[in-house]
């Protein structure tokens, strides 16, 4: 597609359901990221992927959240027994490598966890 | 530990006004310093910057980085209502591919 999208745009759930976040990267982008915007704060970066592999898994808040990505496209964010503190914008952005330092931003989901 | 730190935190100014927009850093193996423009979700990318000294311009927007003092500024001249948004200061190290941002910087511009 011409730019990176991510579905769905918002999500409000209940405190303890699972919640699946979608991101779908520029075509022929390798290199995709996950970060999470809290209200007023800076981006937090979650984790990044080269094709379907994830190196680095140590910017995952807690082990309630999972990221895969499959066929070297789109990608999932689950977040199991969701908290209140996990309410913010989880943005998406894909690069063409892991070193290409331009990033494209997906619009991002709002997580909204009551 | 690794951290990208913006100043000020928000900015009112009139049209037509010059801002500069601070952001200093603390990395390991620094490879490049991005900036980028937030107006409502996705950040859209503005400069990046890997020397020192050399200015980055793109119309009314201009960028410098000093790998010596670490520290980067975005200078926004002649100031439109368009300009309102969080401008947000990243970096990033070699090796690791971690893109570590500052909180950004709101700026709003009154017409």
């Known amino acids: 597609g011409a730019g990176v999208s991510q579905s769905p745009s918002n999500k409000v759930t209940e405190k303890g359901k699972d919640v699946e976040l979608r991101c779908d990267p520029i075509?022929?982008?390798?290199?995709l990221y996950w970060y999470r915007q809290s209200l007023g704060q800076g981006l937090e970066f979650l984790i990044y992927?080269?094709?379907?592999?994830?190196?680095?898994k140590s910017g995952l808040p807690s082990d309630r959240f999972s990221a895969e990505r499959t066929g070297g496209s789109v990608s999932t964010l689950t977040i199991q027994r969701t908290q209140q503190e996990d309410s913010a914008v989880y943005l998406c952005a894909s690069s063409l490598t892991l070193g290409t330092d331009t990033q494209y931003f997906g619009p991002g989901t709002r997580l909204t966890v009551l | 530990e690794d951290k990208v730190v913006q100043s000020p935190l928000s900015l009112v100014v009139h049209e037509g006004d010059t801002v500069t927009l601070n952001c200093s850093y603390e990395?390991?193996?620094?490879?490049?310093l991005l900036w980028y423009k937030q107006e409502k979700k996705a950040p859209t990318f503005l400069f990046m910057l890997t020397s020192s000294g050399i200015e980055k311009k793109s119309g009314r927007l201009s960028s410098i980085l000093d790998k010596k003092e670490l520290f980067s500024i975005l200078n926004i001249t002649a100031t439109q209502t368009g300009d309102s948004a969080i401008y947000l200061c990243?970096?990033?190290?070699?090796?690791?591919?971690?893109?570590?941002f500052g909180a950004g910087t709101r700026l709003f511009v009154k017409a």
């Open positions: 990395v390991t193996n620094f490879r490049s």
């Open positions: 992927f080269q094709g379907n592999s994830a190196p680095d």
């Open positions: 075509s022929g982008h390798t290199a």
């Open positions: 990243a970096v990033r190290n070699t090796g690791g591919f971690k893109t570590i």
